[in-house]
């Protein structure tokens, strides 16, 4: 089994930070593409920024200056670090892993965290 377990949110204001941690386990082989999402109440899971093996990230447009996403890959855990927030950044942020286990690939999913931004 392979388990994504994120952590690091929280409540904070706008224009506070937080960091957002996410711990890959199990038995695997190797991590490829790794990534966060989120989805805010009322509205559909949405990409936040991914991260290739070898570093390459990827944005939506309303974080991008504001979010970092990096990786860990000798601990198998990707990271978002986030300021500036704002109340829209309000959502559950989930951890997303691309991993390689024995007889294939599989896109496994964290539960999600929760991240409040209050203003």
């Known amino acids: 089994q392979v388990q994504l377990v994120e952590s690091g949110g929280g409540l904070v204001q706008a224009g506070g930070s937080l960091r957002l941690s996410c711990a890959v386990s199990?038995?695997?082989?190797?991590?490829?593409?790794m990534g966060w999402y989120r989805q805010a109440p009322g509205k559909q899971r949405e990409l936040v920024a991914t991260?290739?093996?070898?570093?390459?990230?990827n944005y939506q447009d309303s974080v991008k200056g504001r979010f970092t996403i990096s990786r860990d890959n000798a601990k198998n855990t990707v990271y978002l670090q986030m300021s500036s927030l704002k109340p829209e950044d309000t959502a559950v942020y989930y951890c997303?892993?691309?991993?390689?286990?024995?007889?294939?690939?599989?896109?496994?999913w964290g539960q999600g965290t929760q991240v409040t931004v209050s203003s």
């Open positions: 997303n892993a691309v991993v390689r286990v024995y007889g294939g690939i599989r896109n496994v």
């Open positions: 199990g038995s695997i082989s190797r991590i490829n593409a």
């Open positions: 991260i290739t093996t070898d570093n390459s990230a």
